[in-house]
């Protein structure tokens, strides 16, 4: 199968099929008012159609670079958020030590994703993601003992 028609073009369909693995068929389908037969259809000739295909590719490595500066943005303005309303804070309310205990907690959880994430990646290219420097915001200089997980 093909592109069909004059009005087919490959970075519309591209676009329409990452769309779609990224918020669902019906979503992607409304957001490029086309039906989800449409993106069905599209997402096949992204598998048989080599420009298609490429298109798809880059269309992805986008979407990566763009999700993980995001991230690191919003991880960034998080801790600074949690360290003014820690600061501000009551240091004796027991509902507000423990809202900064389960934020603080969600952050850990975050970051050491983030690091199973980079060793992952580093063990399947042999190289770690450097796109926006280490998760737990150090310099990413060597520490005296690594870190293990069990």
């Not at 957001?31 to 992805?60: F, P």
């Not at 960034?76 to 360290?83: G, M, V």
Request: net charge negative; aromatic share 2%; charged share 30%.
């Amino acid at each position: 199968m093909g592109l069909r028609g004059p009005n087919v073009d490959p970075e519309r369909v591209a676009q329409i099929v990452v769309d779609a693995s990224l918020i669902g068929d019906e979503a992607a389908a409304k957001r490029h008012n086309v039906s989800t037969k449409t993106v069905g259809r599209y997402r096949d000739l992204a598998q048989s159609d080599e420009v298609v295909s490429k298109l798809v590719a880059a269309k992805w490595e986008a979407a990566d670079k763009d999700w993980s500066v995001g991230l690191s943005s919003a991880i960034k303005a998080q801790i600074e958020f949690l360290n003014r309303a820690a600061t501000s804070a009551s240091h004796t309310d027991p509902e507000v030590i423990r809202e900064v205990t389960g934020a603080l907690k969600t952050l850990a959880d975050v970051a050491l994703t983030s690091r199973m994430l980079d060793a992952r990646i580093a063990n399947r290219t042999g190289q770690a993601r450097e796109a926006d420097g280490p998760a737990d915001g150090s310099t990413g200089e060597e520490q005296d003992e690594p870190a293990t997980i069990q």
